[in-house]
């Protein structure tokens, strides 16, 4: 089945002047709010992270209280839907605002575990809720034929903001209230163009779903990869600051280790899953995941040693680990039918939001009884586990012909803090519209 294929930077900007859109003006005003939300979201990863190092909490405490946010987030994305049908989605995106700005707030009034464990786990139901509104707003504002641009827009969007908010924790000392008020005040300017251009409320309807067992049944690469990236991907972007700082990185040094990660995922995403739709997808996936196994011991092994060298290799990790969660979901899709892509989606996203809770308090506990090595060596089990697990896979059935096997579509994990069930089920409503629309041309070929 054709899947979308994810289009570069220089196509999508022509979004804008697409004259079947609403308006050009509210889908970049959409865009803008949530880059700003995805900003905020960035730097209080780091600085959480930043600041349970220099508040003593403990690696396995840190990362308990970042599994709060994969708690709540998961909660959230689910919880929305929901309160949308009931009270509509301006009245829930705005409480849900006000809330996240409060909920940051409360982490530098009371700097205690109970309470930043509390307030974690509300910020991840918050930022679920914004997310599920603002992505179901920004589809409502597009059509057939704009929303494979518009979703490799979204995509750049994603990783300039939460790029840009890790750089931001060089603005002012993290062990001051300066940068939690920052994240509030980020998180309010956020929702003024949203709400501002949310000129017609999106329809709302319950996704689908597929057990786990039957998913494991269509796909059980597919289903364990997407989980065990969840682990990988939670901890990377919660304990990766943490990792950093007690490897002895300053500050600034910290906040560039995270957007190395993230510029990693950003190059990397669309040349591994162009390689994966001309070849066995199973082995591209095991390659990656090998490859982010020894990239992260590459990079464990430079820190302190060469800053730029550790730099180097932890966004050669970045590009591999943030790839695979793509590329589960696209083998997935090679053996779904068009009519299971959302119900499919749903699970990965479920199975991967699970692994995504466990990974921060594995990868802590792992820190504190390895040291800050720990944190590597838990993510070249977990790869090396999912290498493992996809050799083996390809020993028991056939791999789809090139005709059977979908192109690549690029989308964020729900372990990073930036996707949602919306905007998952978005991309498999327009993968089943392409899939359709490429099985009516083949029809039409053949007949003729």
């Given amino acids: 089945m054709a899947l979308a294929s994810v289009r570069p930077p220089r196509a999508v900007v022509r979004l804008a002047s697409n004259p079947t859109m609403e308006a050009a003006g509210g889908v970049w005003a959409l865009l803008v709010g949530i880059g700003l939300l995805l900003m905020g979201n960035g730097l209080q990863a780091s600085l959480l992270g930043v600041r349970a190092e220099i508040e003593a909490f403990g690696s396995t405490l840190t990362g308990i209280v970042m599994s709060g946010y994969f708690v709540g987030f998961l909660f959230g994305s689910t919880w929305t839907p929901r ?25 530098s ?9 509390l307030m974690r786990t509300l910020t991840g139901v918050c930022y679920a809720g914004l997310y599920v509104v603002a992505e179901s707003w920004l589809n409502a504002r597009s059509d057939n034929a704009t929303r494979g641009r518009l979703l490799s827009l979204y995509m750049v969007i994603s990783y300039i903001g939460m ?8 603005v002012a000392a993290p062990g001051q209230h300066d940068l939690f008020m920052l994240v509030s005040v980020v998180i309010s300017v956020a929702v003024v163009p949203i709400l501002l251009s949310a000129t017609r409320a999106p329809a709302s309807e319950a996704p689908n779903r597929l057990s786990l067992p039957a998913l494991y049944r269509i796909s059980p690469l597919g289903l364990v990869g997407t989980f065990a990236t969840g682990i990988a ?20 040094e910290v906040s ?45 092994r430079m820190a302190g040693i060469s800053d730029v060298g550790l730099l180097l290799a932890v966004a050669l990790f970045g590009g591999m680990t943030l790839s695979l969660y793509s590329l589960c979901v696209a083998y997935t899709n090679d053996h779904t ?15 991967n939001g699970i692994g995504a809770i466990m ?27 999912i290498g493992a697990f ?22 964020p994990s729900r372990s990073s803090p930036f996707v949602t069930s919306a905007v998952e089920e978005v991309y498999a409503e327009y993968e089943a519209e392409q899939a359709a629309e490429s099985g009516s041309e083949r029809a039409a070929a053949d007949q003729s």
């Fill in 109 to 117: 009034l009371l700097v205690t575990p109970v309470v930043w464990v």
């Fill in 256 to 300: 560039l280790f995270m957007v190395a990660v993230i510029a990693g995922g950003a190059l990397f995403q669309w040349p591994v899953g162009k390689l994966s739709d001309h070849m066995d997808r199973r082995g591209v996936i095991a390659g990656t995941a090998f490859a982010a196994a020894l990239l992260g011991t590459a990079a464990s």
């Fill in 163 to 170: 790029g840009g908010g890790h750089l931001t924790l060089n």
């Fill in 83 to 107: 309160a949308v049908r009931r009270v509509g989605h301006i009245r829930v995106f705005a409480a849900l605002a006000a809330l996240a700005s409060v909920a940051i707030l409360v982490h």
């Fill in 390 to 411: 996809g050799l083996w896979r390809m020993t028991r059935r056939p791999s789809p012909t090139a005709a059977e096997q979908g192109p690549y579509v690029a989308m």
């Fill in 233 to 252: 991907n939670g901890a990377v972007f919660t304990m990766g600051a943490v990792y950093a700082r007690s490897a002895g990185l300053s500050v600034a």
């Fill in 337 to 351: 039918s068009s009519d299971q892509l959302v119900a499919a989606s749903s699970g990965l996203v479920l199975a």
């Fill in 359 to 385: 990974g921060p308090s594995i990868a802590g506990v792992a820190m504190d009884v390895m040291g800050p090595g720990g944190f590597f060596a838990w993510l070249f089990v977990v790869h090396a586990g």
